[in-house]
């Protein structure tokens, strides 16, 4: 079968890096991943960050004023900033703070007690070179381009990497500040795109302007841009961005289905203003699509936005990562748009709390590529999308991984089997009104919020009327699949099915007859069944291998 080649890229791409994941988990993991008592002790609630980008020496210079609320009596908590980047001051009320580092951990002493239930902040004062991205946006650091005209062109991609590779914060997935403002120079001439909405922007002299008339050493005078971003709505780090370029901005607007009006922004380097144009027309009815299925753009305030970058994408909120060159795949589509802001819903708005339960962003946001598909070419078209999708699944792993460790799955099955789980559940509720309202509801619920793997189980069991735990259980957390086993003898005007399935623990439904109009479900266990089906002339009877995902084996 014929597999479109931006998905085997993207596959190879997946499996190339996945080898980051290690046999034993460091003490770095740990630190990284444990949400310890000197972390949980306190609520990340909002974010200050201000930076100036040195583009001569690589380099950043700014601070990070954490602001937190403590959910119990301490003295000592952990933030987190790469170790190769400097720390020059941490305060509290202008007043330094003793602090120590083992790795990319900081641990901050307070003299007075932060107090359960009472709101603090702390300044973090830093500079650096912060790690430049290999392989972006899987290897996370920081990219310094230059474009076709010879201006920089720089950007920062960290999602398993981790935000703590270019600022301080509590790096731990379930933890998002409410709200971020993101104050960055650069040098003039360019445009430095961030999250939310662009709230001012102010020409600086000279570069002894930027931040508190602070002049860094050896480097020359230069006039320095400063641009301010708000972001309203709770974030994840890693979708905290910067993209700098001299960029062409352009604008439209997506008109939804209660009347509201949502601004759309587009950022793209300025030969490729006219293309993209063009290109980006493909957004509305993808917004269309996602809110007939999911409910109405999550970051409503905020906006939506398309950022071209020199990588191939990311779903930055509110600023989603663009860089797949303006082409569309065999079916019409620009892929990495459709999954990208697919990921605004799930990753964004509803967002695991670990890292080994990262499938609930990938696998929702993959399964949402053929649900565009079906929206936009119907039924059938969904059908061969998903049956490409199915090429990459590798099933050596499961799903879910070891939590608290930062874990980093192998492979691509939380894209791609995590599709087909969802895809096959479809067809175990069997009731298409019942399955799109338990996903819209899904969304709804659990709107900009940390959610668990039970939740979600917990919330398509009561919805659906259902138990579709073991199923879950059987795709998430083991790499056992059913294995149909079936015969076919026919007699005149009919077929005789004999099947059972080969393990005595499986009892899924599952579908056969002679094709997706005229499917009948069987309920399979350990013992032979038999199921007579009146013959179609020019048709054969078969397995529905294409709407569920299990092993067949004809005897």
Not at 6 to 26: C, G
């Amino acid at each position: 079968m014929k597999i479109h080649s931006q998905t085997i890229i993207f596959i190879a791409f997946q499996m190339l890096v996945s080898f980051v994941i290690k046999a034993q988990f460091t003490h770095q993991d740990s630190l990284r991943g444990t949400l310890s008592p000197i972390r949980a002790c306190y609520d990340a609630t909002f974010y200050d960050l201000k930076l100036k980008i040195i583009p001569t020496s690589q380099s950043i210079e700014g601070s990070n004023t954490i602001y937190y609320k403590s959910t119990t009596d301490f003295k000592k908590m952990q933030v987190d900033l790469y170790a190769n980047m400097q720390i020059i001051n941490i305060s509290q009320h202008d007043k330094p703070l003793k602090f120590s580092r083992d790795g990319n951990a900081i641990f901050i002493i307070f003299s007075d007690i932060q107090k359960k239930g009472e709101a603090y902040s702390i300044k973090i004062d830093y500079r650096g070179k912060p790690q430049i991205a290999k392989n972006p946006p899987w290897d996370g650091g920081f990219t310094w381009k230059k474009d076709l005209n010879g201006k920089d062109w720089i950007v920062v991609s960290c999602e398993g990497t981790g935000a703590s590779l270019w600022f301080p914060n509590k790096d731990h997935l379930s933890d998002e500040p409410d709200s971020v403002r993101i104050t960055c120079a650069v040098p003039k001439g360019l445009t430095c795109v961030s999250n939310g909405n662009l709230r001012s922007t102010k020409y600086l002299k000279s570069e002894s302007q930027v931040f508190d008339n602070k002049q860094l050493d050896g480097i020359l005078p230069l006039s320095y841009t400063e641009f301010q971003w708000f972001v309203s709505y709770p974030i994840n780090n890693y979708n905290i961005t910067l993209n700098i370029a001299d960029y062409a901005n352009f604008k439209d607007t997506y008109t939804a289905q209660d009347g509201e009006k949502l601004d759309l922004d587009y950022y793209v380097l300025k030969p490729n203003l006219e293309k993209a144009k063009i290109h980006f027309k493909q957004v509305k009815p993808m917004l269309a699509c996602y809110e007939k299925y999911f409910g109405k753009y999550p970051f409503w305030k905020d906006g939506y936005a398309l950022v071209e970058t020199p990588y191939w994408g990311m779903e930055h909120q509110s600023a989603v990562a663009y860089g797949n060159n303006y082409k569309n795949n065999e079916y019409g589509f620009d892929f990495i748009i459709i999954h990208e802001s697919g990921h605004e819903y799930f990753g964004n708005s509803l967002s695991c709390n670990d890292h080994a339960e990262m499938w609930i962003h990938e696998s929702f946001t993959t399964y949402m590529e053929a649900l565009y598909v079906e929206c936009t070419q119907g039924y059938e078209k969904s059908i061969q999308y998903l049956e490409k999708q199915k090429i990459g699944i590798r099933n050596r792993e499961p799903l879910i991984g070891p939590m608290g460790v930062n874990y980093s799955q192998p492979d691509s099955d939380i894209y791609y089997k995590g599709t087909w789980m969802l895809h096959t559940l479809r067809n175990v509720v069997n009731d298409d009104k019942i399955w799109f309202e338990t996903l819209k509801g899904l969304t709804t619920k659990f709107k900009i919020t940390n959610v668990s793997t039970q939740q979600i189980i917990d919330y398509f069991n009561e919805k659906t009327g259902k138990n579709l735990t073991p199923y879950f259980d059987m795709y998430l957390k083991t790499k056992h699949l059913p294995t149909l086993q079936y015969q076919l003898i026919p007699n005149n005007d009919t077929v005789e099915l004999r099947y059972r399935y080969k393990d005595a623990n499986d009892s899924m439904p599952i579908k056969a007859g002679f094709g997706l109009q005229m499917y009948e479900v069987i309920m399979p266990n350990n013992e032979w069944k038999i199921k007579i089906f009146q013959k179609v002339e020019g048709r054969e009877l078969k397995i529905a291998t294409e709407l569920f995902y299990v092993k067949v084996e004809k005897i």
